[in-house]
């Protein structure tokens, strides 16, 4: 073996830097050289976060947001949890506020300003009302009266009333007035008993014997009712101050049946001797003859008679203004020639 060979082999390779076990297990430390830096200028890449539309659907349910009370409706697409977070932070999202308008204020309708519908009318009246029956409540019922022959006739009707309805009334209206001969009390009053019991339809009587009995007594004393107070209209009218009263209910089932005024005409008309006069036919009487006005306040007849009534009342108080300046003018002339 030649020197050169001997001295290749009695030359160590430069061995690499030695590995120490650290405690922790199998982590090499290298102490000859410090870790190297890296440099500044290198920036690390931000982690890009995949739209939630994306994300597996297991990842979406295993993801627990921060916020608990987010449904998972919110991640259905990036922007619509967008205008969600913002909208939570009181910034604008883009939508405007609806203003919601309740339909009905202490259970009562709003009323539209144009109602193309049929007019509010009272609560008896129904759709399924007859027609007679509905323009009598739209025409006459609470129109105020003054005619006397009118006005009996209303008072027999509301007599009916304790055997027929409204309706079946109506429908044998030209029967009554043909009967009755158009409710002239002069001709009822002559009524013999042979006369009385010929009132009959299809058979019956018209109304029950002490009915039509009542009739014919109280066409006696209407006429001397007109020779004291000059009509039947007058007296009935004083009882009201010769005004309508006006109730003013809201609710059908506030309509009382009679009132104190009524109970005071029946028995005025009793001490007369008048017949099936009772107070809760008087205040029947007294409605269907405009002395009371019972429409509702949200039926459109109620308004209309109020209107009706301010018309008919301005004749007679300018009637009266100038009578009244009439006789301060005879005073006068009276005054200067004295």
């Known amino acids: 073996m030649s020197v050169v060979t001997k001295l290749q082999l009695s030359a160590k390779p430069v061995s690499e830097p030695r ?5 922790t297990g199998n982590r090499v430390r290298v102490s000859e050289e410090p870790p190297k830096r890296k440099p500044e200028s290198v920036k690390r890449p931000q982690r890009l976060r995949k739209p939630a539309s994306e994300i597996p659907e297991p990842a979406v349910r295993n993801n627990v947001s921060v916020d608990s009370s987010c449904s998972s409706d919110s991640y259905s697409s990036g922007s619509s949890m967008k205008k969600t977070v913002k909208s939570r932070t009181g910034r604008r999202t883009g939508f405007k506020p609806v203003k919601v308008v309740p339909h009905c204020v202490d259970g009562e309708a709003l009323s539209s300003p144009k109602n193309s519908g049929p007019p509010k009318r009272c609560d008896w009246i129904t759709p399924y009302s007859e027609p007679n029956y509905t323009f009598f409540h739209d025409e006459e019922w609470g129109v105020p009266v003054y005619e006397d022959n009118k006005l009996f006739e209303l008072l027999v009707f509301s007599q009916a009333l304790a055997e027929l309805t409204w309706p079946a009334i109506l429908n044998k209206r030209d029967i009554f007035r043909k009967l009755f001969e158009n409710f002239n009390p002069s001709s009822i ?6 006369q009385l019991m010929s009132l009959k339809v299809d058979g019956s009587l018209l109304l029950s014997e002490p009915k039509l009995r009542a009739v014919v007594e109280n066409a006696k004393q209407m006429l001397k009712v007109q020779q004291e107070f000059g009509s039947f209209s007058k007296y009935c009218w004083s009882f009201v101050n010769h005004k309508p ?6 609710y059908a089932r506030l309509v009382p049946a009679k009132t104190p005024k009524a109970e005071l005409i029946s028995k005025d008309l009793m001490q007369r001797g008048f017949r099936c006069v009772g107070p809760t036919i008087v205040y029947s ?6 002395m009371v006005n019972d429409h509702l306040l949200t039926c459109f007849r109620y308004q209309e008679c ?5 018309k008919d009342l301005k004749p007679k108080i300018e009637e009266t203004q100038v009578l009244t300046k009439a006789l301060e003018n005879t005073c006068l002339s009276r005054e200067q020639i004295a």
């Not at 590995?19 to 405690?23: K, N, Q, R, V, Y």
């Not at 009053?189 to 042979?194: I, P, R």
């Not at 109020?306 to 301010?310: F, G, I, T």
């Open 19 to 23: 590995a120490i076990l650290g405690p």
């Open 189 to 194: 009053a002559q009524f013999t008993e042979k």
């Open 245 to 250: 009263i006006r109730n003013g209910f809201r």
């Open 285 to 290: 009487f007294m409605q269907v003859a405009g």
């Open 306 to 310: 109020n209107a009706n009534l301010k």
